[in-house]
């Protein structure tokens, strides 16, 4: 009878054992799992913050040309102006 108790109790330890293996496995692949997503979303995010400053450079760029091509584009605008003013002259005469 004590030899029966002993496996019996020997087997529940086992069960005991292997259950709590079985938890741990579960939970480290869980775990394995949320790193993975947390390493996708971080390179997701890296790239997101490459593509900003790119369009950032590009709009300074942009802006910066912009820049250069102001004074153009004032004297058109003024030349356009002074045929405009011109023009309403030589209606009114």
Do not use: C, W, Y
């Not at 079985?22 to 913050?49: D, P």
């Not at 091509?69 to 003024?78: E, G, S, W």
Request: hydrophobic share 35%; glycine share 2%; proline share 1%.
């Amino acid at each position: 009878m004590v030899n029966n108790n002993s496996n019996d109790r020997l087997d529940r330890i086992e069960a005991i054992v292997e259950s709590l293996a079985r938890s741990a496995q579960a939970q480290s692949n869980e775990h394995g799992e949320r790193i993975r997503f947390l390493e996708e979303l971080a390179s997701r995010q890296e790239e997101t913050m490459r593509q900003l400053v790119r369009i950032e450079e590009a709009q300074n760029r942009m802006l910066a040309s912009l820049d250069d091509d102001r004074p153009t584009i004032l004297r058109r605008l003024n030349s356009i102006e002074n045929k405009i003013d011109s023009l309403i002259e030589r209606d009114r005469e």
